[in-house]
């Protein structure tokens, strides 16, 4: 048993530096740089692929809805990861090509990406990616602050025994990205940390509040994390949330809510040195 669990623990590093190997070739822009970001998508959220052909009629329909749900978790990451930078000038018929999506589900993206203040939408000039700016986020903060106690005290009280139980495999994955410095696997831990809290607290009015700044926040957490960033802090302190609304802890998650946010803030006060 020794022997096996040695080699397989052999494998799992020499595979961890090839796949960082990837990933920093994705985030460089380099060629095949989508597809790299693309995949762990599709692995991890088990979703169907798209085909460009009309499905036979005895294949199930991709209904409209779940292509905009698709294109826009695309174009977020994109965006959130700088992969589309500040002042991108985005085309649907250009982003229907390269996603292999209809038109239709692209527009609707973008409009839901405008509303998350992600993109401007600008007459006779077209969809430009929204500039990253500090002062925004500081105001972004003070809201912030609040609603992700609230939320979390809210979840501790309210979430499911299955919810739970995935609040507590995440806040494992968080620690574990954080010792293999794997930023873009934080970044969709962070997104299904968000997600869950958001479902887990059962407040519309929280969560349509919330939804407005969390892709905001993570594009400039990634915009500047290289320089100030302290990434086993930040999974540490995510992973503190989850786990106490894992145990049902309401004051222990709405302390732990409070210490990420001001860590978060810290964060964006040291970029004005970085």
Known sequence: MAKAGSKAG???GSVAPVRRQ??????????GALDLLLEPLRETRKEPRVSARRAR???PVVEDASLTDRAYRILEELIATLQLPPGAVLS???LSDRLKIGRTPIREA???L????????????????????????????????VLEVLMAGLAAERATSEERDAFAEIAGSMRQAA???DDLAFMRLDRRFNLLMAQASRNEFAVRSMGLMNALSRRF??????????LPLAARLHAEVAEAVARRDRKGAETAAANLVDYIEDFARKTLDA
């Open 10 to 12: 052999a494998v799992a």
């Open 22 to 31: 990837k990933r920093q070739s994705a985030l460089a822009g380099g060629e």
């Open 57 to 59: 009629k005895d294949e």
């Open 92 to 94: 649907e018929l250009t």
């Open 110 to 112: 973008l409009q839901r």
């Open 114 to 145: 405008a509303r998350d203040g992600l993109v401007v939408v600008l007459p006779r000039r077209g969809v430009l990616v929204s500039d990253i700016n500090l002062r925004t986020q500081l105001r972004l903060l003070e809201v912030r602050r």
């Open 179 to 181: 010792e293999v410095e």
């Open 221 to 230: 957490w990634y915009q500047h994390y290289r320089e100030v960033a302290d």
